[in-house]
């Protein structure tokens, strides 16, 4: 694995546009009928953006074609909260969470998202003094609609530390959100 320490990606935009665009393939606007994916590439320039996620994914040419989108040492993104291990592998077909070792989800061909629950989610971000942090662990909730208010200004902190358009904050929140949310 090619650990990345997280304070080398949290003022990176262009990791930000990455996570945002890339962690929650369930979120959409239906009323736009537009996914959160589709608004972020519509509104933000990823052109700039594409040959630092190639370089930070491990992408190749045949990548997708030769390994599935799977690379022998994806770059890991490792953080430790409230002394759980939470780990995000980057490969270039897929992103992979895992909590002290065992995987809790992956965005894949094998998707499988939503695994925590809201407590589980409050008990691991307890503390953090980085709101963006508390956005790495969004893709992984399995959200109730009890908690959509508190989750929405969650996003709304996180956003704020990161070089987007503060217009686009709601649609964002709320696609995030559609994503997440319990079906």
Request: proline content about 3%.
């Amino acid at each position: 694995m090619k650990k990345v320490i997280i304070n080398s990606v949290m003022n990176n935009k262009f990791f930000w546009l990455y996570f945002i665009s890339s962690s929650f393939p369930n979120a959409l606007s239906e009323n736009d009928e537009i996914t959160l994916c589709e608004f972020m590439f519509e509104h933000y320039d990823y052109d700039a953006v594409k040959k630092w996620v190639n370089d930070f994914v491990q992408y190749t040419e045949n990548i997708i074609d030769d390994c599935d989108g799977y690379v022998d040492e994806p770059t890991t993104l490792c953080i430790v909260l409230n002394e759980n291990n939470y780990q995000i592998a980057f490969h270039p077909g897929d992103t992979i969470y895992y909590l002290n070792g065992k995987k809790i989800g992956c965005t894949g061909p094998a998707y499988e998202i939503q695994s925590i629950t809201w407590n589980i989610y409050c008990d691991l971000i307890d503390g953090v003094k980085d709101s963006r942090i508390a956005l790495l662990l969004l893709p992984v909730l399995n959200l109730d609609n009890a908690h959509v208010k508190e989750v929405k200004n969650i996003i709304f902190f996180g956003l704020r530390k990161i070089d987007l358009n503060p217009n686009d904050f709601e649609q964002i929140a709320s696609m995030m959100i559609s994503g997440i949310i319990s079906k």
